[in-house]
């Protein structure tokens, strides 16, 4: 072992530890330290204080050298992390660069990676619908993955839970298959949007147009003010983070808020390379960190492990932490740690016009869109593939950049401001069938600057996905029309998975250790003192944005974590 | 610098000097900048004024004024290719040259009825299959970006705010600064 000895084991010594400070890490953290649990939170990344170190948060356009392009050089050296939306100027600094981190593709899958305190929090589309009992029974209904070992009403109180802290915008739409949840006040459909939302529930019973629900304080409560946060300014550049701490992240939240306990130790820089599993004890007492920037080890200890590290690297650490007991990764007696990865299918895009309405436009910023919750096999299986797709919806007025001429013309052109039909974008969330074929799992060879194995992915679209694209276009397409939309017109990306950032599983929930490697709370069903409760704890992936069902699923996990521990089980 | 080494350095002939446009006279040492480490002097005399011609200084400031010149230098010296960049630097010597032949003229001389139609001329050129840019369609794209997004123009014409605390889905267009196509 690494450092050791006995002084430096008490010092090492907590009574839990959370691997990760992202959006479950974080929330890991702060319901741990509530409860009075000495926590050491790990960080692989730097750290990223609330406000101090959003370098870019209030610059103007005209402030940024190159108006928030990236130079060539760092798109070369990038290619994959440059294919993310929000992988510009303004933010580039919060990615992982490509070669910082890299891993093997044994099919294509684009990784986009956070690694700083507050992870991809900082970074995330803040969008958080809530999953139904559809999508909870969805695998048993299908039969595909395993059933999931819980249902809508064993997550729901944890929903509000979150909810009520994160500060959450929505609507009461009173629909099954979108439960609602603790709102604050929504934000406002645009006209055209309100439009299409009259034209969908005239035409289609089972089909609704809502405003998305989004993790922004429209409406600040004494809970937010006491977290320092204030309302949304509708600042829209959220990938920089917010001085008002408007969204959620877990730098402005769960962080600092576990850190007021006193009951955290907030570690950035430090690596996990596994998990220490006590072959007497038969429990992991602790995990093994390899300080990123000089490479020693050290060992800390503690009662209970939350791995959050995200879905990938919660599955290399457990794949990477062998022992006699455990020689194929902890908890993995079933073989099947790393396998039934999934994801969502973002592939798709509907876009349209529509020349009504044109006595409005819109005025400020929205920091959400509307919204269409899964409407295709819901209640009934109506097609030829499983599942659905939840889908985005934006429509705004289209600006007219006349560009003509040169000279004084051409100037007067630029300042004409003039709009034209309103735009209207659509795009698929697609939910994925979980399978065996779709892993990771640990390169044999090549390892990364801390001597850890590469992970190698290996996940890849099935025709489900592909029938799923041309259901989407031609349901999109027909309510578009229905609508009377102009020049509707479809676009299929073709992008790796990966790109969705929303990859889960490897780790998956379910009642049978020997088809699932965690319980109905989270547990390694043969190591009871791990905790999964980021992405790769899904058994499915449902078409709802995965970060608050993460949120919820860790409170959940640690409140039963230190019920255990009062009882000596843990 | 004075006006005859800077004529030079411009390239005008004397015979030239009576149609100087103005603005020589005007310029003093510090007018000609330092070499940027990827535009010399001259070349950034040369696109400060072509993007003065592009969008020129009226009742409101212009893109040379606005500091296009120098956006532009810093774009494409960071934010593209070597061969854009090699067919930019090459393109003001071309843009010259067309100047030349077509009006008889290098482009700062010409009239600014002439000029305008050169590089509307230009523009309208297909891009020939071996270069990557049309060097004056590239420039004007650049011109346009960095003039609307230039503080002046965003403060000014674009209401542009950094927190705009409120957001209206359907709000009167007459009570916007747009007007309908």
């Known amino acids: 072992m690494a450092n050791i000895n006995a002084k430096a084991v008490v010092e090492n010594t907590y009574d839990a530890i959370v691997i990760g400070s992202g959006i479950s890490g974080g929330w890991a953290a702060k319901e741990l330290t509530e409860k009075g649990i000495r926590t050491l939170v790990l960080e692989r990344g730097r750290d990223v204080k609330h406000i101090v170190d ?5 610059l103007n356009p005209w402030e940024m050298e190159h108006r928030g392009q990236l130079p060539h050089k760092v798109i070369k050296e990038n290619p994959i992390v440059s294919k993310c939306y929000a992988f510009h100027e303004d933010a580039a600094h919060f990615f992982v660069k490509d070669k910082e981190h890299p891993y093997v593709q044994e099919k294509p899958f684009d990784w986009i990676k956070g690694y700083q305190v507050g992870g991809k929090s900082l970074l995330w589309a803040r969008q958080v619908q809530r999953w139904s009992d559809f999508d909870f029974e969805g695998p048993v209904k299908d039969n ?14 944890w929903y509000s839970h979150v909810e009520k802290f994160a500060g959450i915008s929505g609507n009461k739409d009173g629909l099954e298959e ?10 406002e459909l645009t006209k055209a949007e309100l439009y299409f939302k009259d034209q969908v529930a005239d035409k289609y019973e089972d089909r609704h147009v809502i405003v998305a629900r989004c993790a922004h304080i429209s409406k600040q409560q004494p809970i937010h003010a006491e977290q320092g946060r204030a309302q949304c300014q509708n600042r829209t550049i959220c990938q920089r983070g917010c001085p008002y701490g408007g969204y959620f992240s877990s730098n402005s939240s769960t962080i600092p808020w576990a850190q007021k306990t006193g009951n955290m130790t907030l570690k950035p820089d430090s690596v996990v390379e596994s998990l220490i599993y006590d072959e007497e004890k038969q429990k992991v007492t602790g995990v093994r960190v390899i300080d990123s920037i000089t490479k020693e080890k050290t060992d800390y200890f503690a009662r209970i492990v939350f791995v959050n590290a995200s879905a990938i690297n919660t599955n290399l650490i457990l794949l990477n932490s062998k022992s006699e007991r455990f020689p194929n990764g902890l908890g993995n007696d079933n073989g099947l740690l790393g396998k039934y990865v999934a994801f969502h299918n973002y592939r798709a895009k509907v876009r349209a016009e529509y020349n009504g309405l044109l006595d409005f436009t819109t005025d400020g910023k929205s920091p959400t869109s509307g919204y269409i919750p899964r409407f295709r096999n819901v209640r009934k299986q109506e097609t030829d593939f499983l599942r659905g797709y939840a889908s985005g919806l934006s429509a705004n007025r289209s600006k007219v950049n006349n560009s003509e001429g040169i000279g004084t013309s051409l100037k007067e052109n630029l300042l004409d401001l003039k709009l034209g039909p309103w735009r209207i974008g659509s795009h698929m969330m697609g939910e994925t069938i979980p399978k065996e074929s779709n892993f990771v799992s640990l390169d044999e060879t090549k390892k990364d600057d801390w001597g850890i194995p590469l992970i190698n992915i290996s996940v890849d679209y099935d025709e489900n996905d592909e029938k799923m694209i041309q259901d989407y276009f031609e349901q999109i397409t027909e309510m578009f029309e229905n609508a009377g939309f102009t020049n509707i017109t479809t676009h299929d990306s073709k992008q790796a998975p990966g790109l969705d950032i929303h990859e889960m599983g490897g780790v998956r929930m379910g009642k049978d250790p020997e088809t699932s490697l965690l319980n109905e709370w ?3 069903h043969t190591c009871k003192n791990v905790f999964v409760t980021d992405g790769a704890c899904m058994t499915s992936t449902g078409t709802q944005n995965p970060s608050l069902t993460y949120m919820a699923l860790t409170a959940r996990a640690v409140d039963f974590a230190v019920k255990e521990m009062e009882k000596g089980n843990l | 610098m004075n006006r005859r080494n800077l004529i030079k350095t411009l390239g005008i002939s004397a015979v030239g000097l009576a149609t100087v446009p103005f603005w020589i006279d005007s310029w003093t040492a510090e007018d000609l ?14 696109l400060s004024e072509l993007v003065n011609i592009i969008i020129p200084k009226t009742n409101t400031p212009g893109a040379k004024e606005l500091g296009v010149g120098k956006f532009i230098s810093v774009m494409v010296r960071d934010c593209y290719n070597e061969e854009v960049k090699a ?8 843009l010259n040259a067309f100047s030349e032949d077509f009006y008889g003229n290098s482009l700062i001389k010409l009239t600014e009825a002439e000029r305008n139609d050169v590089l509307c ?15 004056v369609a590239f420039v004007k794209g650049l011109t346009i970006a960095g003039f609307m997004s230039s503080q002046y123009v965003m403060e000014n014409h674009l ?8 957001f209206h889905g359907s709000f009167p267009v007459t009570q916007s600064i747009y007007t309908n196509v």
């Open chain 1, 144 to 157: 595909f993955a395993v059933d999931w070992p819980i249902r809508y009403k064993d997550i729901a109180p």
């Open chain 2, 87 to 94: 067919e930019f630097l090459s393109g003001f010597g071309e």
């Open chain 2, 159 to 166: 209401n542009y705010e950094l927190v705009p605390a409120r």
């Open chain 2, 121 to 135: 001329t230009l523009e309208s050129y297909e891009t020939p299959p071996e270069k990557k840019i049309n060097f």
């Open chain 1, 522 to 524: 989270n547990q390694l």
């Open chain 1, 178 to 187: 979108l439960p609602d949840g603790e709102f604050l006040p929504p934000y």
């Open chain 1, 54 to 58: 959003y370098p870019t948060t209030n």
């Open chain 2, 33 to 46: 900048p330092e070499d940027d480490g990827f535009l010399t002097g001259n070349q950034q005399l040369q």
